[in-house]
């Protein structure tokens, strides 16, 4: 313990150093040094992927799920992806230094509050190798260092990916210590992590349920988070049956696997003809878990439990249940839902807006697919994580949600009575 406690606390100084020189980076600076990472990482695609291969060997044969394969794979289209995803961050406008609002007082004093950044940021991740350059992207963009640390599923496509980031960003005039990777798969790394209080300034967890309880419950230094993505689409009496088909579908089925994903499907009783719906779903193969309203509509539906309401399936299974209603569907949502992402499909606006209005949810959808909840579909270029938090930032956090502000005041010699 005493040897990772002594490797974080070194990473974190040194990350500290590496963050005073981005806080005062001019943004075609940070943002040209993000496009010779990018750079560095189509160049590295060949290591990249021979890493990756070794990880997914490894990983398929240690047993891992299917969706965490999923998130782990990488290939020519997704290493493009990264790449292209660090040179979206290179184009987003740089809040640092945006002025909020301004106030002239009476007694001439100015007052302005200034976007500035974090300092120093903390990643704890699993499976998925993409975070290294999506997160140590934004971090770095908005003028924090970065120190990440991937779980030992990916320990060799992190380590390729973030071999060819670093290289890439201190060709480009940034700090080499601005983006670490913590070497060591030890699992008393992250609790290192998590109480550097003073060393580290915010930590993100992002990976399954275990990970981020875990974080959430020892941390000493502040968390963004999500635990669960307990989300809904709720097909309302008034929808569109097409619509309603195909977005259901794609909510639950275009990608089983991540955060987005639709977990309970919630039908008006009014609605005219749930079948449709449900046997495309079940055609595509997810098996579908409902109450005994729900299976009397598709024979090869089978009975839900009470633990399948408040299940993150991450998998291609599917919770079904009929409602009176939107008060209705709204009520279950309330009481199952984990304030991440909740639809609504109508064609019915008054319906639509009150949904809209009440669910307290980060991510509230009319008529589109619970999918889109990504930092990219909502053009904030590549994405730290989704917080389903109420204090600071909320939904998909990118540049913006990883700086924080301070008061500048300007006088001309007042002195308070």
Not at 9 to 32: E, G
Not at 68 to 79: E, G, W
Not at 148 to 170: D, M, P, T, V
Request: negative net charge.
């Amino acid at each position: 313990m005493t040897d990772v406690s002594t490797l974080i606390a070194d990473m974190a100084a040194r990350a500290r150093i590496a963050a005073t020189s981005l806080a005062a980076m001019p943004t075609p600076a940070k943002a040209a040094a993000l496009r010779a990472a990018a750079a560095a990482i189509r160049a590295d695609s060949g290591a990249i992927q021979a890493a990756n291969d070794e990880d997914m060997a490894a990983a398929e044969a240690n047993g891992l799920s299917g969706a965490l394969l999923d998130r782990l794979k990488l290939d020519a289209r997704r290493i493009e992806g990264m790449a292209a995803g660090v040179e979206a961050v290179a184009g987003l406008a740089d809040p640092v230094g945006n002025v909020i609002d301004r106030v002239d007082r009476p007694n001439g004093l100015v007052l302005t509050r200034v976007r500035v950044p974090i300092g120093v940021i903390g990643i704890i991740y699993e499976s998925r190798p993409n975070v290294t350059a999506d997160a140590g992207a934004l971090c770095a963009m908005a003028g924090n260092a970065a120190i990440l640390r991937g779980g030992s599923e990916a320990i060799r496509s992190n380590r390729a990916i973030h071999a060819a980031l670093a290289r890439g960003l201190e060709e480009g005039g940034m700090p080499a210590d601005a983006v670490q990777l913590v070497p060591v798969t030890d699992r008393a790394a992250v609790g290192a992590m998590l109480t550097a209080e003073g060393a580290i300034d915010m930590v993100v967890p992002r990976g399954g349920k275990g990970l981020v309880a875990r974080v959430q419950a020892e941390a000493r230094v502040p968390v963004l988070a999500h635990l669960d993505g307990i989300n809904h689409t709720y097909i309302d009496g008034a929808a569109e049956p097409g619509m309603a088909r195909a977005l259901a579908l794609n909510a639950k089925m275009r990608r089983t696997g991540i955060c987005g994903a639709t977990e309970t499907l919630l039908i008006d009783r009014a609605f005219a003809d749930p079948r449709p719906i449900l046997a495309a779903l079940a055609d595509a193969g997810c098996e579908l878990r409902g109450d005994s309203d729900a299976r009397a509509l598709e024979p090869r539906m089978i009975a839900a439990n009470v633990e399948d309401w408040d299940t993150e399936y991450l998998d291609s299974i599917l919770s079904v249940k009929l409602v009176d209603g939107v008060d209705a569907a709204m009520a279950h949502i309330a009481a199952h839902g984990s304030h991440h992402t909740d639809a609504i499909v109508t064609a019915d606006e008054a319906v639509a807006e009150r949904f809209l209005a009440q669910v307290d949810s980060a991510i509230v959808v009319w008529n589109a697919s619970t999918q889109f909840a990504d930092g990219g579909e909502f053009g904030l270029g590549a994405e730290i994580g989704i917080s389903t938090g109420r204090l600071h930032a909320r939904g998909p956090v990118a540049l913006e949600g990883l700086t924080t502000y301070k008061w500048v005041v300007r006088g001309t010699g007042q002195a308070r009575p």
